[in-house]
């Protein structure tokens, strides 16, 4: 499917505070409205909702007549609060406040990267609570783990002992000027949302889409993780020469085919 071009009118900007006291938030979101099965955009770790994945994906919306929500974590983009706070559990928490308010149900996850994370402990949830507000996952690289499988492993001595004395450390990002900050709060919140050592179960099909030259993550982590998948109806697309960002004109007709053979 190619990516769609054109637009309908621009989709509602909206802010849901999330937290209360002195963990309240404002979260920022972009709703489209529309009928039918609805897609909700998951972005990754210091990354935005206004990016190529998240624009092409409001593009098919519009052009389907389907509703789409996507929104920023706390410290990302245009939501409040500050980055070096932000966890696993407090980026759920307030993706969980988000699908709460997504139209469209059930719905189909989308999330790249960190975003693929949480779309499975969000996925996880819902099944637990007996809910049926999600109707299949579209994980983009997903970075299931990160905190252990990929940042911890890519730090050397010096960076530990930096991470453990300062409760941050830098790495120079390939996207960004603005350096990754990972913090220690982030690394041990994350060792309670692993999923890697258990079948993960989560009652909707699965499609991951996976560049192989992907030095972010690399391409045997969707691999383990298609292994540990519990359901039958899971597909990986591998893309030989994609890297992780997945933005360009043939990935994004990649990913919207895989979300419209869920609808």
Known sequence: MEPVTESAAEPAFREITVGSGDEARQIAMLERAGTGRGILFLGGYMSNMRGAKGDALDAYAAATGRPMTRFDYSGHGESGGRFEDG??????????????????????????????????????????????????LVLLAPATGMTHSLMLPQMDAAARAELEENGVVRRASAYSE???????????????????????????????????????????????????????????????DAGHRLSRPEDLAKILSAVEAMS
Do not use: C, N
Request: zero cysteines.
């Open 178 to 240: 603005q350096p990754y900050l990972i913090t220690r709060a982030l690394i041990e919140d994350g060792a309670h949302h692993l999923l890697a050592d258990k079948p993960i179960a989560i009652g909707a099909p699965v499609h991951i889409i996976q560049g192989v030259l992907d030095e972010d993550v690399p391409f045997d982590h969707a691999l383990d993780l298609m292994s540990h998948l519990a359901e039958d109806d899971v597909v990986l697309t591998l893309i030989k």
């Open 87 to 136: 966890t696993i559990s407090r980026w759920l928490e307030e993706a969980s406040a988000v699908l709460d308010r997504a139209a469209g149900a059930p719905l189909i996850l989308v999330g790249s990267s960190m975003g693929g994370w949480i779309a499975l402990l969000l996925a996880l949830a819902e099944r637990a609570a007996g809910g049926g507000r999600i109707a299949g």
